[in-house]
């Protein structure tokens, strides 16, 4: 049980509920009466779980010596010895290949989205993570990835309202979240997540507000003149 519960921690399987988005375009698209569109999703999820539990293995791998002296990171099975760093590679390949096999078996332009997924959270854990404003960009972008790859999956046009949409909620999400990070740790912030350090309290609050009102502005124009 113990090493099953050690996989589960190194995949985040915890995480996989971000990915149910990509089922946003055969719901709005009202595709949920299509046996054929529902299958293609599901099997796009499972591609999608794939690709991004082996971005966070990545992710572990490059922070390995800052996450060994981390508090709360050091518990991980990749810092705490669970995993090693051969067995960590080996599951990373592993998932791209299944995952990059799966998605291009499904639809070419959908793996190719699955590709601009891996890259853009590669360059988020090297650079852009550590980048003020830049990191929560950078998740914005993964999540209109995920969201216009199940739109593609279905053969739907791709409507901006949805890209714009998708787009802010996450900005909001994501600034709320530093904004949390900011109050609960206080002065251990920037020790928990280094880019902290160059938020504050008054740009967050900024970044929050007018990421809200986009939404609502983007969504409000929507419910009046339709997609397009």
Request: aromatic fraction near 10%; glycine fraction near 6%; proline fraction near 3%.
């Amino acid at each position: 049980m113990s090493e099953i519960s050690t996989i589960i921690s190194l995949l985040r399987v915890q995480q996989w509920y971000k990915n149910i988005i990509i089922f946003f375009g055969i719901v709005f698209a009202l595709e949920l009466v299509s046996p054929a569109n529902i299958v293609v999703s599901i099997l796009g999820f499972v591609a999608l779980c794939l690709i991004t539990s082996s971005g966070y293995i990545r992710n572990d791998i490059i922070d390995l010596q800052q996450d060994k002296i981390h508090p709360e990171k050091c518990k991980r099975p990749l810092p705490s010895g669970q995993i090693t760093l051969k067995q960590a590679n080996t599951t990373f390949l592993i998932l791209v290949g299944i995952g990059l096999i799966l998605s291009f078996s499904l639809d070419l332009l959908f793996g190719v989205f699955m590709v601009a997924l891996i890259i853009n959270t590669e360059i988020y854990s090297r650079v852009t993570k550590n980048i003020v404003f830049l990191d929560v960009f950078a998740i914005g972008i993964n999540f209109v990835i995920r969201a216009v790859s199940g739109i593609v999956l279905i053969n739907t046009p791709i409507s901006p309202w949805i890209i714009l949409g998708v787009f802010f909620v996450a900005l909001f999400l994501g600034f709320m979240k530093r904004k949390s990070e900011i109050i609960t740790l206080k002065n251990s912030a920037d020790s928990h997540r280094k880019v902290l350090k160059h938020y504050t309290k008054s740009s967050l609050n900024t970044s929050v507000f007018i990421s809200a009102m986009m939404v609502l502005v983007i969504f409000t124009i929507y419910s009046v003149i339709g997609p397009f």
